[in-house]
């Protein structure tokens, strides 16, 4: 069964920095698209970064373009979002997705794509 357990949220002040932490479990596609999605209250929810884990190929939504920084560990079955200059519009629950190459290989956020979620983390900045 595929798993992904997020870790690493908190609260920050503006300017601040936070590492997010997504594991996988054994059984998560060997060769997957594993993106980070956030929802802030009331919005909807919208893919931040991913990573395709067989390559490395990474995208990004334009809005953390050069602040955030996705990543892997292949050995520990690991994925990380590097957040820096974070700021209040940051604040959101944050949520690790996996789904098949395809959707990193279309470079999409398509939440259809995704079929397998964790349960979020909670990132708050404050201003």
């Known amino acids: 069964q595929v798993q992904l357990a997020e870790s690493g949220g908190g609260s920050v002040q503006a300017g601040g920095s936070l590492r997010l932490v997504c594991a996988k479990s054994?059984?998560?596609?060997?060769?997957?698209?594993i993106a980070w999605f956030r929802q802030a209250p009331g919005k909807e929810r919208e893919g931040v970064a991913a990573i395709y884990t067989a390559a490395t190929g990474t995208y990004y939504v334009d809005s953390v373009k050069g602040r955030f920084t996705i990543s892997q560990d292949r050995a520990k079955n690991t994925v990380y979002l590097q957040m820096n200059s974070l700021q209040p519009e940051d604040t959101a629950i944050y949520y690790c997705?996996?789904?098949?190459?395809?959707?990193?290989?279309?470079?999409?956020?398509?939440?259809?794509?995704?079929?397998?979620w964790g349960q979020g983390t909670q990132v708050t900045v404050s201003s």
């Open positions: 054994r059984a998560t596609l060997s060769s997957a698209c």
């Open positions: 997705a996996a789904s098949p190459p395809d959707a990193c290989i279309r470079r999409s956020f398509q939440q259809s794509l995704f079929p397998y």
